[in-house]
């Protein structure tokens, strides 16, 4: 780490540089410019084919060609230094990529035509997030995969659950752990029908100059296939901007993500903490600067903290970004440019969450050890066989030998026998331990 690392405002591009690679890739200043000089290009490259198909030159052409496959770092800060004489982000791509056709100027009159700035945001914005959509979509699926090798190891591992945080019908680690992968799964199957949509159509997207220049063409369709080639939607009806809409939705779905895996990091930490997981040590590691002996659940510590950050930043995008007043305000402008810092948090806190679970071992000894001489759990089976057997204050019986003590089996094994009068219902509980009272535990970890 250099200096002007360590002086960066942001931990995000400062102490956590190295984690957030891919978000940068995308959502920094480099990547915005990119995308926009791509639009811009397509778009140039779609108005000469259907409109100007005697400026298309075989040089024009290939040039275009080159641009779009690799765009050079000195056109992107060329647009960087023109940009501090026009104050102007999106008019500065335009003159930078003029540039590039210098000697040209049939095709330089044509750089930008008939667009507004928005017309290149929004399809900007939509290609930043389609790309950054795919490297969430891996993200959730290596965490399931992890999950589920967690899962497969302890899918018939006992376990006495706690609900309110107190003694609980037994369940399996398997199945628990299974409750996080399946809520993520669903979520997944609704982030993979997402769609992308960008608007089209100049200042107030109206298609005001274009139908004056070309009044028999079909402006929509135009639009439409344009947008095929970036494979965005159109949003036909629009003001100056994208109603941002479908970004709601995906940031709505990614908060309930980040819900969910918040939920499973703190469930993760309550475990650790009652040493139902051991963490596979690392001897170079320090857990405290004073307590030589701390081994510390930090990877789940630090997703949560930053999940939470994620949220927050992905929250104020989706209750912003849809409203704009009457045709356009600028708001929205320096929000957009955040969305990197949601998803930089979000990829920081799925690193550390991937690191965390691959330390996680279960303490199978210190989990047998709170469940096997619990017998007061076995009170539901009890009661419930009273009550078959036509004994209606059958549960009271029960509650009365129970509730708020620990029963071992001695105690339980009386209960039965003195309680239970159908012999079948009597051989059921009296063979019963906390350990085999699971139901369908077992089986539900391994359901798909």
Known sequence: MDDTTLRNLSPLDGRYHDKTKVTREIFSEHGLIQHRLKVEIVWLEYFLNHFKPELLTDDVATKLSNLKQSMPNETVL????????????????ELALSECFDGNEAIQSLIHIFLT?????????ALML?????????????????LGVLIDENAELPMMARTHGQ????????????????RLNKEKKTLEEQEFFAKWGGATANYNPHLLAFPQAD????????????ELKLTKVSTQIEPHDYMAKVFHNLMR????????????WTYISFDYFKLKLDKNEVGSSTMPHKVNPIDFENAEGNLGLANALFNHLAEKLPRSRLQRDLSDSTVLRNIGSAYGYMELSVSSLLKGISKLEANVEAIANDLNDRYELLAEPLQSFLRLEG????????KLLSRGQKMNKELYLEAVNSLVDNDEFKSILLNLTPATYLGLATELSKEE
């Not at 700035?117 to 914005?125: G, K, M, Q, R, V």
């Not at 019908?169 to 628990?176: H, I, V």
């Not at 993500?257 to 993760?268: E, G, M, P, R």
């Open 78 to 93: 060329r647009v960087k230094e023109i940009e501090k004489t026009t104050n102007h982000d999106v008019k500065a791509v």
């Open 391 to 398: 004994k209606k204050d059958g549960y009271d019986q029960v």
């Open 257 to 268: 993500v980040n819900t969910i895996l918040i939920d499973f990091s703190q469930d993760i």
């Open 167 to 182: 003694p609980a019908t037994p369940t399996t680690l398997g199945k628990e752990l299974n409750v996080f992968k399946q």
């Open 117 to 125: 700035s928005e017309d290149i945001n929004s399809a900007s914005y």
């Open 130 to 146: 389609k790309e950054m959509h795919s490297n969430t979509l891996d993200w959730i699926e290596n965490l399931e995969a992890a």
């Open 219 to 230: 402006w929509l369709t135009h639009s439409e296939k344009f947008l095929d080639e970036l």
